[in-house]
């Protein structure tokens, strides 16, 4: 006799996928956050090459079912390499009315939707705004769904352990995870073992939760509701010790790695903003390394704390968004004319003013580039990857050190909450820093300068014979004292601008990928990479001639930026801004035509409208 358990395994097929893309969507309170993350980890942990899209309301805690209250994290797993987040959804994981209803589009026709139905009643329809319950009015028809009691369910497993509601309630994420994790063929061990690190302290919230997780796994697996299961092969990576890792998390650990390189203590002088504030929160767990942290009162307090490090020899970083870079602009003009060593991270997120605080955008670029009074340039690079931030960062703390100028790193909102595998480095595979430190008992001008770089050397307050002055007025090309000479300003003003230009000399030069020449060459930069690549990628293998060029180096740009794009017949330029890269690109080379594709919606490109808008402008 076949039981129903059995005779679900026998009839349930088991498919083979080269990569999929699931959403988790709740309130939230829903945990949908830490859903998507260890089932992103466990993949990790397994082989799949992944990528992260977490998307969050702004408000700390928004009303619960409310539209703009639901919080989601989007990830692309597959045995192929993954470089965006990825367009259509898979599998949705929708928690009540509003979830489903603020993501429903984004799910493939004929794919797999799991909803708690418990929380589908009159109440959370009016505040999703439905008029009839979707999952009877026949809308979700074009679509497999799996409708689950998660709520009910959790109460029954965790039932007699004496639990409040509120804690039984928190728990129903698990079991949508241990469902997910059947239905993909993950194994539940990586999660258990961060339950027993999380809440060593609290071995009934362990139970509990490792309780309700394989309760939604022996759910799916028992019950015939689920017809399918799916394999994804792990992707064929270069050997090495992998781990998973946000764009955040990599800033703070490539500082980590710069400050041990170079032989200086980090400084970090900050007030937290979303979606900086984690690079504070990162460092501040390592003072074993020597690293001190300091969350100033405010933006200004933050970096001008950072300039004194600089000058007292520390290796000297600030962080920060849009809006406190606006506040921080007097200050880095001090530090430019100063000419000390200071790295500014600008963690990007929507704007103008308050703006969209937890959404992604490349709206600072020409605030990084101009946004201080005078003749002040500094340098500009831009990180494009959330594992490759670990590289800027420590690329910003080498140029800030080794030509004695700031530096602003920009990433963004996606970046530093996107995930992705990243293989870990020795600090001794990385090139060497080496700071302009002056000798005690040489002869000492503060404006001595090195001859191919310009770059001065900074004397650490106290050495014996090497006292000077230094501050916000100009100064003599030489001594450092007061300075009002028209020519000497000139001279100054020309000698700074012309140090951060001879940057260009010790960067590399850009190259176009898929193609070297051809109809269209893509132009991006910054944290729009994954989402361009994956793009022209497709349209290559369609048999188009496009070519990518993405720019990490945007002041100065590399020398050849000219000379690789006269290769094309056309140049786009794609950015979520209104167009400042582009006007960037007109000031600088104005020989060419740009044509532009702009998305200012808080949210990344998705392959889809760039492949269809690539295909209408060749």
Not at 484 to 489: G, I, K, Q
Not at 508 to 516: W, Y
Request: negative net charge; hydrophobic residues 40%; contains cysteine.
């Amino acid at each position: 006799m076949i039981t129903e358990n059995n005779q679900a395994k026998q009839t349930r097929e088991n498919a083979v996928l080269e990569n999929v893309v699931i959403r988790f969507v709740g309130d939230s309170g829903d945990g949908m956050q830490l859903t998507g993350t260890q089932f992103s980890d466990t993949s990790a942990m397994f082989g799949n090459d992944v990528a992260t899209f977490p998307n969050y309301p702004s408000e700390i805690r928004a009303p619960q079912g409310s539209l703009y209250g639901v919080s989601g994290f989007q990830v692309h797993i597959g045995s192929v390499n993954i470089t965006s987040p990825g367009d259509s959804v898979d599998v949705l994981v929708a928690m009540n009315p509003a979830a489903l209803k603020t993501n429903i589009d984004a799910l493939k026709a004929g794919q797999m939707c799991i909803v708690d139905t418990d929380e589908f009643n009159k109440k959370n329809f009016e505040k999703a705004h439905y008029d009839t319950n979707p999952l009877e009015d026949g809308s979700l028809e074009n679509y497999k769904l799996i409708q689950v009691s998660m709520t009910s369910l959790t109460r029954e497993a965790l039932s007699g352990m004496g639990l409040d509601n509120k804690a039984v309630t928190r728990s129903k994420n698990m079991f949508a995870l241990g469902m997910v994790y059947f239905i993909f063929n993950r194994s539940m061990d990586h999660t258990i073992e961060f339950f027993e690190k999380k809440f060593k302290s609290k071995p009934e919230l362990v139970e509990a939760n490792i309780k309700v997780l394989k309760a939604g796994y022996y759910y799916a697996e028992t019950m015939e509701i689920i017809s399918t299961t799916y394999q994804i092969a792990p992707a064929k990576m270069r050997p090495g010790t992998y781990r998973i890792i946000n764009g955040n998390t990599a800033t703070a650990w490539g500082l980590l790695a710069a400050a041990n390189n170079s032989g200086l203590e980090l400084f970090l002088g900050s007030y937290p903003i979303t979606p900086a504030t984690d690079i504070l929160h990162e460092l501040t767990k390592h003072i074993n390394f020597g690293i001190k942290t300091f969350q100033a009162e405010d933006e200004i307090a933050g970096i001008t704390s950072s300039i004194g490090a600089a000058f007292a020899g520390s290796l000297a970083i600030t962080t920060t968004s849009g809006p406190g870079l606006a506040l921080k602009g007097e200050a880095i003009g001090l530090a430019m004319m100063m000419e000390l060593p200071l790295v500014i991270i600008d963690v990007q997120r929507g704007g103008p003013s308050t703006g969209l605080p937890t959404k992604t955008e490349q709206s600072d670029l020409m605030q990084a580039l101009y946004g201080r009074n005078g003749e002040s340039p500094v340098i500009v690079i831009a990180a494009s990857t959330p594992e490759n931030s670990f590289d800027y960062a420590y690329e910003a703390c080498k140029l800030a050190l080794e030509h004695m100028t700031p530096v602003i790193l920009l990433t963004d909102g996606y970046i530093a909450n996107g995930s992705a595998p990243w293989k870990i480095k020795k600090t001794s595979e990385l090139p060497s820093i080496t700071p302009r430190i002056a000798k005690a008992g040489t002869t000492y001008n503060p404006y001595d300068r090195d001859e191919k770089t310009l770059a001065r050397v900074l004397a650490i307050p106290g050495t014996p014979g090497m006292e000077h002055r230094i501050g916000g007025l100009e100064k003599d090309k030489k001594t450092g004292n007061i300075s009002y000479a028209p020519e000497n300003h000139e001279y100054m003003v020309n000698i700074r601008a012309e140090k951060v230009k001879r940057v260009q000399d010790y960067i590399p030069a850009i190259r176009s990928e898929f193609q070297e020449e051809g109809d269209l060459l893509v132009v991006g930069w910054g944290g729009t990479y994954g989402s361009l690549s994956a793009a022209v990628s497709q349209i290559n293998n369609e048999g188009y001639k496009v070519g990518h060029m993405h720019l990490n180096h945007i002041n100065p740009l590399p020398k050849n930026v000219a000379e690789t794009m006269k290769k094309f017949k056309k140049i786009v330029v794609c950015e979520l801004n209104k167009g400042q890269m582009a006007n960037v690109l007109r000031m600088n080379f104005p020989e060419f035509q740009y044509l532009q594709y702009s998305k200012v919606q808080g949210l990344p490109f998705t392959t889809f409208e760039l492949t269809e808008r690539f295909k209408q402008l060749i």
